[in-house]
């Protein structure tokens, strides 16, 4: 099954290594990461697509990254109500007749074009990843030409629906 | 002569210091009283310190036997150990000392040279990439990038090298930052948000546990190596009585909780005794403190403890649940946990029948030998030098049969007086790792118990112990093979003994007198009946090469893949 883990990270020189270390040393099967600043100074976010088989294993991926000196903080946010997306750039075959297609194509999506050569654009699409990933099959058969992924990044909404059952882990 | 003149006068006026300077004088902060280091060019800086320095340096022969024995003074003195390698082929040649180190658990600070900054990256001479390398098999590691770094970056080490659970932990330091002047730099405070380690257990579950224990009616304690790092022997020994729950060591826990007490089962795992894997497999309540449910203590997984409520008492929170399904997790120090424990006072559950089951088991399925053939068993060498040693010295091993036979036969009453290479398996570990720990406690009685195998894998440390004059005993039980392998090969591969013979090998005894040491070939009971006691007390090194049977096996064993309960050679 699919997690999502956000990390809090101090920003010094090797942790991404020490994190994608991990979880090939762990044998953590690894979907995307993306790295970037985040509020704090001094501090970096992760978030982690993961492919776990049990609710086990991605209890020891929490604990492991726990245990990393640089780590700050760690939430597996899968099961809360969240917010994420990921931005894709699609390099695309584009003559002119097929040009208003993709673009009847992309208006749905609430995709962009944000480059027009002589005979290709370049789309920029956000979105969760199945939407991301629902429409570069759509747009496949007019032929990618180079294609771009973010990887997901995510956080927690600000109100949880209060239904909702969260999972806890923590055992300290 | 003027400019010399105006040189003179900057020195004094700016009392500057180098990178070296300020390093050693962050040892010396720490209370460092030993370095196991090997020079070399990245290093140069650090070692024209350490030629005025008050602190011992011992020079190994190799720099693997260097952190090795480093593990050993940490095991046995609680504190980190301190190497120094050079960069490149120095610092490579640490890797296996700090993967064993790392599996272990045992506090280390590893200093390794590294090429100067401005050439890191362009595979300069004696280059390697440590940092990478390494980041796997260390707690932590740092490169210093800048001179002003040093004090807080060493203090950090030892922090974390020593705290939480114990680790290697290692400081890459380039040339230039080393051998660069600067002015004394202020005080920088140890800056480590993200590591917190928890040591005090959470209430609530101590209630649950308390709870359990008074329910049980058939509870066991598992004390690991945890027990130990914690100094919590005498916590143990007393939560143990008040509770009337038996106690079973892993073979790095042995030690923790005295061989000789009523209480105590014995070792469990693949070549524990029966008693121990079967109080395991039919316990209804297991309490873990400070184990890590390896996969040779378990055994297939599946079978292990079925029947049981697990409690799990460490220090690192990622261990629990890991291997086992945990119902009662426990995160803090042994320790405290068990002076909590202690202090509920929990109602003795009755479970008379449990430890008299236990104590039947015990009785019924020792370890045992065959007695009656001839020739010199080395089951018989490991009871002599116990009762020799009047079970009080430190035994250092390597791994093997030996380290089985050492386990089973010599019984630890104290705490700190064991050290083994367990989750790594380091051959070459053992004599090394004794000089480190004669260093930590000099008047202590100190057995390195080795096969011919490892031995060979670093008898050039034979020159440090004679140049030290350290009284270590080396003490080879020697069966001309790599025993654990040809054991397994006659098991499981048909008795096919693919290079596990080693009948070509030097006479040790001329090897140890090579170095001035003296050696002594012993081939039967008699023999070694006639010179045990003199050498056993001797405060000089000396060389023991035991004949023994080449055909002897390690039982009990359970076979890979097998459960606890399904041990063969349990009986004659």
């Known amino acids: 099954m699919k997690r999502v883990i956000c990390l809090t990270v101090m920003n010094r020189p090797g942790v991404l290594n020490r994190i994608t270390n991990l979880f090939s040393k762990r044998n953590f099967n690894i979907e995307s990461i993306s790295v970037g600043l985040s509020e704090h100074e001094g501090m970096s976010r992760i978030t982690c697509v993961v492919h776990v088989e049990d609710d086990r294993a991605s209890e020891q991926i929490t604990k492991q990254l726990n245990k990393q000196i640089d780590v700050i903080k760690v939430t597996d946010i899968t099961d809360q109500s969240i917010v994420a997306r990921e931005l894709a750039l699609i390099k695309v075959q584009a003559v002119p007749y097929t040009r208003n297609e993709i673009y009847s194509l992309i208006e749905p999506f609430r995709a962009s074009v944000i480059d027009v050569s002589k005979d290709s654009m370049t789309i920029q699409i956000t979105g969760e990843s199945d939407k991301v990933e629902a429409f570069i099959d759509l747009i496949k058969p007019y032929g990618i030409k180079e294609l771009a992924r973010t990887g997901t990044t995510a956080f927690p909404r600000g109100t949880q629906r209060s239904s909702q059952q969260q999972k806890s882990y923590s055992i300290v | ?15 500057s210091v180098t990178g070296a300077d300020l390093l050693l004088r962050a040892l010396e902060k720490e209370n460092v009283e030993v370095i196991f280091g090997y020079p070399g060019g990245a290093v140069l800086p650090i070692y024209d310190k350490l030629y005025d320095s008050k602190i011992l340096h011992v020079l190994p022969r190799h720099e693997q036997g260097g952190i090795h024995a480093a593990e050993g003074y940490a095991r046995i003195s609680g504190k980190p150990g301190v190497v120094i390698a050079t960069s490149g082929p120095g610092a490579t040649n640490i890797v296996t000392g700090l993967a064993d180190a790392m599996m272990d658990s045992l506090p280390l600070i590893v200093f390794t040279g590294q090429v100067a900054t401005g050439v890191i990256g362009s595979d300069a001479f004696q280059e390697a990439d440590i940092l990478g390398i390494t980041t796997p098999i260390t707690k932590y590691n740092y490169q210093i990038r800048s001179i002003e770094d040093i004090p807080r970056v060493v203090k950090e080490a030892f922090y974390i090298a020593s705290t939480g659970r114990p680790g290697p932990v290692l400081i890459d330091v380039p040339k230039d930052i080393a051998s660069l002047a600067a002015e004394p730099p202020e005080e920088q405070e140890v800056n480590l948000p993200g590591y917190q380690p928890t040591l005090k257990p959470n209430y609530l579950q101590i209630r649950k546990l308390t709870e359990a224990v008074s329910r049980a009616k058939k509870p066991v304690i598992l004390a690991g190596a945890g027990v130990l790092h914690a100094r919590a022997s005498e916590e143990l020994k007393e939560y143990a009585e008040q509770q009337q729950i038996p106690v079973i060591h892993t073979l790095l826990g042995l030690g923790g909780f005295p061989a000789n007490h009523p209480l105590f089962i014995g070792m469990a795992g693949m070549h524990g005794c029966y008693a121990a894997n079967m109080g395991l497999t039919e316990c209804d309540l297991l309490i873990n403190i400070g184990a890590r449910f390896d996969d040779r203590l378990t055994g297939n997984l599946n079978h292990f403890a079925p029947n049981a409520t697990v409690a799990h008492i ?21 320790k405290e946990a068990l002076e909590q424990l202690i202090q509920q006072d929990g109602k003795p559950p009755a479970h008379k029948e449990w430890i008299e089951t236990i104590q039947q088991w015990q009785k019924e399925f020792p370890y045992f030998y065959d007695k009656e053939t001839t020739g010199l068993k080395p089951q018989k060498v490991m009871e002599m030098l116990h009762s020799k040693t009047g079970g009080e010295a430190i035994v250092v091993t390597d791994v ?91 098991i499981f591969y048909e008795s096919r003994f693919s290079h596990s013979k080693i009948p070509v090998q030097p006479s040790f005894v001329k090897l140890a007198e090579a170095y001035g040491i003296e050696g002594y070939v012993i081939q039967s009971e008699e023999e070694a009946e006639a010179i045990l006691d003199d050498v056993l007390h001797s405060r000089e090194p000396v060389l023991l090469d035991f004949r023994v049977d080449p055909d002897e096996n390690v039982y009990p064993m359970i076979a890979p893949g097998k459960g606890l309960h399904e041990m063969v050679g349990v009986k004659p």
């Not at chain 2, 002569?1 to 009392?15: D, I, N, P």
């Not at chain 2, 690192?316 to 120090?333: F, R, Y």
């Not at chain 2, 019984?411 to 083994?420: E, G, I, L, P």
């Not at chain 2, 570990?429 to 195998?453: E, K, R």
């Open chain 2, 314 to 334: 460490d220090i690192d929170p990622a261990e629990i649940g890991k291997n086992v399904p945990t119902t009662i997790p426990i995160v803090a120090d042994a």
């Open chain 2, 1 to 15: 002569m003027l400019q010399e003149a105006a040189l003179t006068e900057t020195k004094t006026e700016t009392e």
């Open chain 2, 400 to 490: 093997g049969q030996h380290q089985m036979w050492a386990a089973q036969y010599y019984r630890f009453n104290k705490a700190d007086r064991w050290v083994t290479s367990g989750g790594l398996g380091t051959m070459g570990f053992g004599f090394p790792a004794s000089i480190g720990a004669q260093l930590a406690d000099p008047d202590a009685c100190v057995l390195a118990v080795c096969g011919d195998g490892g031995f060979q894998m670093s008898t050039q440390e034979l020159a440090v112990i004679k140049e030290l004059n350290l009284p270590v005993k080396i003490v080879i039980l020697n069966n001309m093979a790599l025993g654990m392998v040809r054991q397994w090969q006659e």
